[in-house]
């Protein structure tokens, strides 16, 4: 009886000790660090968003005129010309 109490605490033991192994090895991969910020790809990607946002009101604009289908049949044929 003796033994098999023995055997089952250091298999407990163990499994603690692996698994708290295995914990402090993730945590050193969350220590590595991050690359700086790209401010060139931050300066293009609000210059994007501006331009969406412009074309977007634009069309907005011209769909509540008085003649919504003739000023974005219009707006298509300028970009068209482009």
């Known amino acids: 009886m003796d033994d098999w109490v023995s055997v089952l605490c ?8 692996a698994i708290l192994g295995f914990r402090s ?3 050193k991969d969350d220590d590595v660090e991050s ?4 401010r060139a790809a931050d300066a293009a ?12 009101s634009g ?3 011209r769909a509540r005129g008085k003649d919504p289908a003739g000023d974005l049949a219009d707006k298509g044929n300028s970009r068209n010309r482009r």
């Open 10 to 17: 250091l298999v407990g033991v163990g499994s603690l000790l």
């Open 35 to 38: 690359p700086p910020p790209n």
């Open 45 to 56: 990607n609000d210059t994007i968003q501006q331009t969406f946002q412009d074309e977007v």
């Open 25 to 27: 090895r993730k945590r």
């Open 59 to 61: 069309i907005l604009k």
